[in-house]
Nanobody
């Protein structure tokens, strides 16, 4: 079972908006930090935004003021609202989370499968 299920990617024109969603699947006791990373062609994966269990946030400088990360703890879901998109935002976006499923597994870091965001006219 895929631990994190992402949705919301697609093609958008420069200046447009998209909202990404990521839901943690399966039996989960607790979720700590959640975040979004991205990887553009030929580049390393980089942090976009993270949010703690207490909803403290941090952002990459390149997206500050344009992107907003939020979470719904009741739904085990994290969101990324992306506004004023630029061509350089084009990348595969990956969801990340620290989950606690059982005393046997303890805390584990999991990743989503990635969703492609393309910003182009």
């Amino acid at each position: 079972q895929v631990p994190l299920v992402e949705s919301g990617g697609g093609l958008v024109q420069p200046g447009g908006s998209l909202r990404l969603s990521c839901a943690a699947a399966g039996s989960i006791v607790a979720i700590n930090g959640m975040g979004w990373y991205r990887q553009a062609p030929g580049k390393e994966r980089e942090l976009v935004a993270r949010i703690t269990s207490g909803s403290s946030t941090n952002y990459a400088d390149s997206v500050k003021g344009r992107f907003t990360i939020s979470r719904d703890n009741a739904k085990n879901t994290v969101y990324l609202q992306m506004n004023s998109l630029k061509p350089e935002d084009t990348a595969v976006y990956y969801c990340n989370a620290f989950l606690y499923r059982s005393v046997y597994e303890g805390w584990t870091e999991v990743w989503g499968q990635g969703t492609l965001v393309t910003v182009s006219s």
